[in-house]
């Protein structure tokens, strides 16, 4: 359950942030993810675990995009 409630707050922080900022997150991560799999692939890697929480914490950042871009685009057809 608190690795359940961390993912809440995480997500709960990432809402605040501008696109801007949720953009250079997201470029952050590709690039610390891309490293981690080059050290994999050389075996030496402390956490693999952390391969797969930074994937989600991107997965997350464009999911809020994604949704931003949704609501923005429902804005302007006046969809409810």
């Known amino acids: ?16 942030k501008t696109d801007a900022e949720l953009k250079l ?7 610390k ?3 981690l799999r080059f050290k994999k692939v050389v075996g030496v890697i402390d956490n693999p675990l952390q391969l797969r929480t930074i994937k989600k914490d991107i997965a997350r950042i464009n ?3 994604h949704q931003r871009k949704l ?4 804005k302007e057809l006046n969809i409810k």
Do not use: D, F
């Open 33 to 35: 993810h891309r490293e």
């Open 1 to 16: 359950n608190s690795g359940k409630w961390r993912n809440i707050m995480k997500v709960k922080e990432l809402r605040e």
């Open 25 to 31: 997150e997201r470029e952050k991560l590709i690039n």
């Open 63 to 65: 999911t809020i995009l």
């Open 71 to 74: 609501e923005k685009l429902y």
